[in-house]
């Protein structure tokens, strides 16, 4: 059953749409993207929609977390499509702004999470999880969400915000969905419709590579730096693509680990012509494990 979900292009427009639930007493679960909505943001959707009275997703390429020689002009924008698919996912509110909208005022605060944002994405990407984090904490102040839902994807992203909701005391539960891939492996990604059917097939071997990681770890290997040998070695075996990190991570303060021990993050970043991707897998050791 499809619902027709309401656009909603203002942030006034937003705040009074969500009174007369929020006067209900209902459970809004708020799923913030950039659109170009793929299978991935269909399941958080769909995870707010069993989960919450009512659900809004956001709409909008935000400017502030693209660095100036990024991909925001060709980042994939298709609105229409995007509504279909949020009908589809009966979502009830579309916020959809503008940048006047956004950021009209000439905004000049900024959010900033120090440390866990300098290191993996951040070391390439100065400023991107400042423009995150504000986007981020505007939305959560526009909708004021009980849930608000993000995928694993975005690894840091979601360690970052974690950190933002819990150290500015912001009363939002943050959800995390797991990564939806192709059948092949590939993360789903809105970047991934830039890649051209060439680098659409090389950006397998980030995945792949990362799966590599995890069997030497099932294998018995947990001293990281064999480990990370085998999924730099993976990356490079495809001549096309360059490596920005690719590494064996503590899941929370984001540091290099140098054995595996319980959890551990293997998250990477590759290039491929002009378009980025990252991937993640947890790795997770029992103590018990002689
Ligand atoms: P984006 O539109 O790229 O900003 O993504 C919006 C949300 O969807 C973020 O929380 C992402 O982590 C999540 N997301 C993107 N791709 C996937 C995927 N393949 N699987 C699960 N969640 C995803």
Redesign the pocket.
Known sequence: MTRQPQVIPTLAAMRKALLPHRAAGAVIGLV????ALHA??A??LRRARSECDVVVTSIYVNPTQFGPNEDFSSYPRRIEADIKTCADERVDYILAPSDKEMYGNGSLTRIYVDNITQKLCGMMRPGHFEGVCTVVAKLFNIVQPDLAY?????AQ?VVVLGRMVADLNIPVQIVV????REPDGL????RNANLSPAERQDGLCLSQALQAGLDAIAGGMTTSEPIIAIMRQKVLETETATIDYLGVYHPETLENLAQVEGMALLAGAIRLGSTRLIDNRIAELSPQRP
């Open positions: 913030p993207t950039m659109g991935g943001h399941s958080l993000f995928g694993q994807k975005d992203q969905c797991p990564i939806v993360a789903m990604s809105s």
